[in-house]
């Protein structure tokens, strides 16, 4: 199987240099099929508006956008090994949107050719705390979700004396989407009369799946709550025993669920509540559907040690005693104690929740149409030079 995927690699790689320039002036690049969520809304208008053709390259051999159908659009599975690195490498002139931070730092470098790079971001997390220091350093532009974006970016650049990058004011696609299917269809969170309780962590060895999980799925069971966790893709992927060792331990119990699926929205449109530590999707979660979140406060994580040098503090710190309660790791014999208060407040949170959003998040339910008008002005203004 990795014969034959390095093959189909080398390939697509292949295939995608033969189009013809006007064809592939526009890129998109996905490291795996769960980044088509945050491109989709985007590429949909673009594929709206536009007839000369956009190109998608994937690393992922089951990307579901491999077997679309359309005319406007050339799908390219280019692996993550070789095929991808020398393609890369050698990009012909285009604007590359993707949403894989620490361009130029690994295996994908900026191609020898005038290409411009535009990150699209794969959270509505702050740039600052739990990305590396020049995790963007090498991008030309960035479509921002909010004004903490901006701000965090150009304080940035004049820490590090960095030239100043094109921020476009976009917004954040997959909160458009769970707003829009929110409002369009019955929640079954109520489903045999039991309150549904999700668990999503962030990735890391002291976040709630490598830590602390157990004893708070034991609670929220033994007090009559459904319970699902969904592990972060990551630790899927590098620590997977961790998320085993949790279904094996609970699964005689009916009202215990494990999701891997993190594509799919049902979890959080089905969930009355959820409990996190840093995970972006506490934030999608809250915002998305107006509902409260009880943090759990594991340490930091920290994957730039020189934060507090930019003096400004990180929206996921902020926001957090805003759109639920936070829980200090010593106390989670009151879990449920402090859900049993969070569901009966549950209305209460929603107005002071539209607010925070409205206040950190751009064009909601209009960041597709956005985006692509950013997209098209850059490729407008290449034009012209």
């Given amino acids: 199987m990795r014969f034959l995927n390095a093959l189909k690699s080398w390939r697509g790689a292949k295939a995608f240099q033969r189009l013809p320039s006007a064809t592939r002036q526009l890129v998109f690049y996905a490291e795996s099929r769960d980044y088509k969520k945050y491109f989709w809304p985007v ?50 002139s285009c604007v590359l949107v993707m949403t894989l931070p620490d361009l130029n730092s690994f295996h994908i470098k900026r191609s020898i050719n005038n290409v411009h790079y535009c990150y699209l971001h794969h959270s509505m997390v702050s740039t600052h705390m739990i990305y590396r220091t020049h995790a963007f350093d090498s991008f030309d532009s960035v479509l921002c979700v909010g004004p903490h974006h901006i701000n965090e970016t150009r304080a940035h650049e004049q ?32 489903i045999h009369g039991q309150h ?53 331990h609970f699964s005689n119990d009916p009202n215990f669920a494990l999701d891997s699926d993190s594509s799919s929205l049902d979890v959080l449109l089905n969930a009355h509540i959820m409990i996190s530590d840093w995970s972006g999707v506490a934030m999608e979660f809250a915002f998305g559907l107006e509902r409260p979140v009880l943090f759990i406060d594991v340490p930091r994580k920290i994957l730039n040690s020189e934060y507090a040098e930019l003096g400004l503090s990180p929206l996921e710190v902020e926001y ?66």
């Fill in 159 to 190: 820490v590090n004396e960095l030239p100043s990058k094109r921020l476009f004011q976009h917004g954040y696609g997959p909160l458009d989407t769970l707003i829009s299917l929110a409002k369009s269809r019955t929640s079954d969170a109520n």
């Fill in 43 to 92: 590429l949909e208008e673009l594929l709206r508006r536009k007839n000369n053709g956009i190109c998608y390259l994937t690393s992922d051999p089951e990307d579901p956008l491999l077997s679309i159908k359309h005319s406007g659009l050339h799908v390219f599975y280019v692996g993550s090994g070789s095929a991808r690195i020398y393609l890369f490498s050698v990009l012909p």
């Fill in 196 to 248: 549904h309780v999700l668990i999503a962590p962030s990735w890391g060895n002291d976040t709630l799946v490598e830590s602390n999980a157990r004893p708070i799925v034991e609670q929220l069971l033994n007090a009559g709550y459904r319970v699902t966790v969904r592990p972060h893709p990551r630790t899927l992927l590098i620590a997977p025993q961790t998320a085993l060792s949790l279904e094996a």
């Fill in 320 to 385: 957090r005693h805003e759109v639920g309660q936070v829980l200090p790791v010593d106390q989670l014999g009151q879990v449920v104690q402090v859900i049993n208060t969070l569901i009966t407040c549950t209305t209460d949170y929603a107005d002071n929740i539209r607010q925070i959003r409205n206040k950190w998040v751009f064009n909601i339910a209009n960041s597709g149409a956005k985006g692509a008008d950013c997209l098209l002005e850059l490729l407008q203004d290449r034009e012209s030079i």
